[in-house]
């Protein structure tokens, strides 16, 4: 279970890149940073992410 602290964040992780399917995934993290590190060791530094996460996602711009 994530510490309270944390925040869930989705990604899209394209492997091949980007002109192949996505793969979505999920990573509790504290920070955008630690996320994108997160996902970095899990899939590789070389892959394009498309990461946010909820309410990041609903702010106005």
């Known amino acids: 279970m994530p510490e309270s602290s944390q ?3 989705h990604a ?3 492997r ?3 002109d192949q399917t996505g793969e ?3 990573a509790w993290a ?3 940073d630690e996320a994108a590190r997160l996902l ?3 899939y ?3 892959n394009v992410y498309n990461l946010h996460n909820k309410e990041d996602a609903e702010k106005i711009r």
């Open 24 to 26: 979505r995934v999920t």
């Open 40 to 42: 970095a060791e899990e």
């Open 30 to 32: 504290s920070d955008l």
């Open 16 to 18: 091949e890149g980007p």
């Open 44 to 46: 590789g530094k070389g």
């Open 12 to 14: 899209i992780v394209w």
């Open 7 to 9: 925040k869930l964040y």
